[in-house]
């Protein structure tokens, strides 16, 4: 039999978790819609402000590049630091004996992890903007923003990894499947949700990044292919936005800035999560 002290402390414990869990829910949904009711009027007043391009001299204004600056960013971030992050943490987990030099790693993983970005930014401008001769371009904010996350997919995917029971790897071994094929079909698809989430969050700060790059990715507002466009200066959609709203004053575009980021980062979490349960919704058939 519980006490009824123990009955009260459990009710209370599970109200203000309730409590808890109905300001997040209410906080998030308040800005998502206070951000795109700001933002709307701005769209539907002006919709051409999503396929025109910036121009002081006419007057107009547009975040077509913008727009295409941060798809651009995101992608080419996403296909390096992934590789590299979801690989360090796979040779540390699976496969490092020196758990001092592991333990290491993870402090500095983590210390990087709390690093400003406008210290990134620096850092960005000074070794890959000048040092590495690529100047302020797409592909320096990508590098920039590749170290910044690092830290993120690394520990996600580390947590993820230490999730998977001991006995999957020792009933594959005793199948006698080798070491990476274990790792390729028994641990990482049982993971694939913590990397799918390490994913999402390093989209949300790419998406929300300025600061690193104003330093290295620069202002322009330019229509390029992807290739040719990682060569060139371009603003993404939180720097113009930086610049409609500090700069310029003019808050409308900077709300309809906001609102279109929000959307983005609604679309491509669904796109992201719809591909990872369909990877291990094909695993479970295999």
Known sequence: MISGKRKAYAHIMRTLCLISMAIVILLTFFMIFYVIAKGLPELVRNPRLLIDSPSVRRKIDGIFPDILNTIYIVISTLLIVLPIGVG????????AKNKKIVSIIEFASETLSGIPSIIYGLV???V????????????????????MNLPTIMRTTQESLKTVPQSYREGAFALGAGKWRVIRTVVLPSC???IVTGCILTI???????????????LAHNVSSFFEAMGKSGATLTVALYVYASERGNFEVAYAIAAILIVLTIIINLITGRLARLVERRNGEK
């Not at 949300?204 to 620069?218: K, M, Q």
């Open 88 to 95: 360090s943490a796979i040779y540390l987990t699976e496969y």
């Open 204 to 218: 949300g700060r790419i998406l929300g990044e300025s600061a690193a790059l104003l330093f290295t990715a620069g």
């Open 124 to 126: 960005g401008m000074l």
């Open 192 to 194: 694939i949700n913590g």
């Open 128 to 147: 890959f903007v000048q040092f590495c001769s690529l100047g302020t371009s797409l592909l320096a904010g990508s590098l920039t923003l590749v170290i």
